[in-house]
């Protein structure tokens, strides 16, 4: 029998809270015809045809497995190793959750510890923790940290309208009620200067991404220097692709580095799981939501990892807990660590560069379509945005429909005065012969609107 821990007045106190006298009348909104056992379900199929079934469903998708990808904003199609995948299958770390008897899971602790170490290198931060979702809850936390940092006396964050829309949705829900107050995006039209101006007495964090979320590459040093100067803390959202090529955040002054870890050997999977990472300096690592881990010395002088740090309030003082953040994401963060380690640093910095090279190849052959114009004046890594010379969605279907290509993104959906712009991603899986067609389609596209 199942353990049901309510009692007959328990049921009964419930009952009467919402005004009725038993547990048939929640059901009564639902039509009688489609109640048990009157339910309208199809006869039972055996496992063949259950496979056919659902492999038929499965198809109906447009996946990475048989179309062309220009889609990024924040999911990128990369190729991810085998022996991510075979490794992640070892059943010690694809049963295991989450180290609640931290000692006692030493693989789990260590993988861990990589993970954490690897991103901290690659950011260019002195520490880092395993425990978000993804990238968009990983900034929320951020806000969290500079809010308790300055102990509720600064509450204003500015965000750059150059940061990943999701992120700024996602961050604003997290915050909702809690008296943060988000500036710097409502027209999406502010520059670094106009933010700057922003800063005050009263300003926690100032948020920027890196690349931001049209592709575009800054240097923020300068602006670090500006942010510190006004008490407040720098935080970089960015990717760690890029990471490979590229200055580190923590080079520029950056006091938490967020982001996405999609890229490191995990599959797009049509949006998760995911794993976003956080790193910060030193200063602020008590302040952080999530797991630290550490390696020490055990009593026999061998090599061991342990909890070094975890806010209890997560587990036992839920009431008192400043974040609801309580997994590790131990299986995604593990199979970023494998990638990296099977990458290395100059596999890393190869990816990055092919990345890099597929993507301006791209963009000067888009370039030199009639109506259509591609912004050089900014660097950009692997994303650019095109002006189209009709509506993106009216593309995208041609590219569909007659190249098995999945277009770019549609960034007039955030950006309303951003009309007929498609935000276009290349990668290392994109071949010569998928970016030609795609700038066939392109064309056809626009030779279609003059006919």
Same mark, same amino acid.
């Given at each position: 029998?199942?353990?049901?821990?309510?009692?007959?007045?328990?049921?009964? *106190?419930?009952?009467?809270?919402?005004?009725?006298?038993?547990?048939?009348?929640?059901?009564?909104?639902?039509?009688?015809?489609?109640?048990?056992?009157?339910?309208?379900? !199809?006869?039972?199929?055996?496992?063949?045809?259950?496979?056919?079934?659902?492999?038929?469903?499965?198809?109906?998708?447009?996946?990475?497995?048989?179309?062309?990808?220009?889609?990024?904003?924040?999911?990128?199609?990369?190729?991810?190793?085998?022996?991510?995948?075979?490794?992640?299958?070892?059943?010690?770390? $694809?049963?295991?959750?989450?180290?609640?008897?931290?000692?006692?899971?030493?693989?789990?602790?260590?993988?861990?510890?990589?993970?954490?170490?690897?991103?901290?290198?690659?950011?260019?931060?002195?520490?880092?923790?395993?425990?978000?979702?993804?990238?968009?809850?990983?900034?929320?936390?951020?806000?969290?940290?500079?809010?308790?940092?300055?102990?509720?006396?600064?509450? @204003?964050?500015?965000?750059?309208?150059?940061?990943?829309?999701?992120?700024?949705?996602?961050?604003?829900?997290?915050?909702?009620?809690?008296?943060?107050?988000?500036?710097?995006?409502?027209?999406?039209?502010?520059?670094?200067?106009?933010?700057?101006?922003?800063?005050?007495?009263?300003?926690?964090?100032?948020?920027?991404?890196?690349?931001?979320?049209? #592709?575009?590459?800054?240097?923020?040093?300068?602006?670090?220097?500006?942010?510190?100067?006004?008490?407040?803390?720098?935080?970089?959202?960015?990717? !760690?692709?890029?990471?490979?090529?590229?200055?580190?955040?923590?080079?520029?002054?950056?006091?938490?580095?967020?982001?996405?870890?999609?890229?490191?050997?995990? !599959?797009?999977?049509?949006?998760?799981?995911?794993?976003?990472?956080?790193?910060?300096?030193?200063?602020?690592?008590?302040?952080?939501?999530?797991?630290?881990?550490?390696?020490?010395?055990?009593?026999?002088?061998?090599? *061991? $990892?342990?909890?070094?740090?975890?806010?209890?309030?997560?587990?036992?003082?839920?009431?008192?807990?400043?974040?609801?953040?309580?997994?590790?994401?131990?299986?995604?963060?593990?199979?970023?660590?494998?990638?990296?380690?099977?990458?290395?640093?100059?596999?890393?910095?190869?990816?990055?560069?092919?990345?890099?090279? @597929?993507?301006?190849?791209? *963009?000067?052959?888009?370039?030199?379509?009639? #109506?259509?114009?591609?912004?050089?004046?900014?660097?950009?890594?692997?994303?650019?945005?095109?002006?189209?010379?009709?509506?993106?969605?009216?593309?995208?279907?041609?590219?569909?429909?007659?190249?098995?290509?999945?277009?770019?993104?549609?960034?007039?959906?955030? $950006?309303?005065?951003?009309?007929?712009?498609?935000?276009?991603?290349?990668?290392?899986?994109?071949?010569?012969?998928?970016?030609?067609?795609?700038?066939?389609?392109?064309?056809?596209?626009?030779?279609?609107?003059?006919?």
């Amino acid at each position: 029998m199942p353990y049901i821990p309510h009692t007959k007045a328990d049921s009964e *106190a419930m009952l009467a809270a919402i005004g009725i006298n038993n547990w048939e009348a929640l059901f009564e909104a639902v039509p009688q015809s489609h109640r048990f056992p009157t339910l309208n379900i !199809p006869e039972s199929l055996n496992e063949m045809q259950t496979l056919w079934e659902m492999q038929s469903l499965a198809s109906a998708n447009a996946s990475a497995s048989s179309h062309a990808i220009f889609l990024g904003a924040g999911a990128y199609n990369h190729y991810s190793p085998a022996a991510v995948n075979h490794l992640l299958l070892r059943g010690e770390f $694809y049963t295991a959750y989450t180290p609640y008897q931290p000692e006692m899971s030493q693989g789990t602790l260590q993988a861990i510890f990589e993970w954490q170490s690897m991103i901290a290198a690659l950011t260019g931060m002195d520490v880092a923790n395993a425990s978000h979702y993804d990238g968009a809850t990983s900034l929320a936390e951020a806000v969290t940290v500079a809010v308790q940092h300055f102990k509720g006396k600064r509450m @204003k964050v500015i965000f750059s309208p150059d940061v990943h829309p999701q992120y700024r949705a996602v961050t604003r829900t997290y915050h909702q009620g809690t008296g943060v107050r988000f500036v710097g995006d409502k027209s999406g039209q502010a520059t670094l200067d106009d933010l700057v101006d922003m800063l005050d007495a009263s300003t926690a964090m100032f948020v920027v991404q890196y690349p931001n979320f049209f #592709g575009q590459i800054e240097d923020f040093t300068a602006l670090s220097e500006k942010v510190h100067k006004a008490g407040a803390l720098l935080c970089v959202v960015t990717n !760690p692709l890029v990471l490979g090529l590229l200055k580190p955040p923590g080079a520029m002054g950056a006091d938490i580095v967020v982001g996405e870890g999609q890229s490191l050997g995990i !599959p797009l999977s049509f949006g998760g799981p995911y794993v976003g990472f956080f790193a910060t300096r030193t200063e602020f690592v008590r302040k952080i939501a999530g797991r630290i881990v550490g390696e020490t010395l055990d009593m026999d002088g061998r090599k *061991a $990892y342990v909890m070094t740090l975890r806010p209890r309030e997560q587990d036992i003082r839920r009431e008192k807990a400043s974040s609801n953040i309580c997994t590790n994401q131990g299986l995604m963060a593990l199979a970023g660590c494998i990638y990296l380690a099977m990458m290395g640093k100059q596999g890393l910095r190869r990816v990055a560069e092919v990345c890099y090279h @597929k993507a301006h190849y791209a *963009a000067h052959q888009i370039a030199n379509l009639e #109506g259509y114009n591609v912004n050089f004046r900014t660097p950009f890594f692997h994303e650019f945005v095109v002006q189209c010379p009709k509506h993106v969605s009216g593309i995208n279907k041609l590219l569909l429909d007659e190249f098995n290509i999945i277009g770019g993104y549609d960034v007039s959906q955030d $950006y309303p005065d951003r009309k007929n712009q498609m935000l276009i991603a290349v990668t290392e899986m994109n071949t010569k012969a998928e970016i030609d067609d795609l700038v066939e389609g392109l064309k056809r596209a626009a030779e279609s609107l003059k006919a």
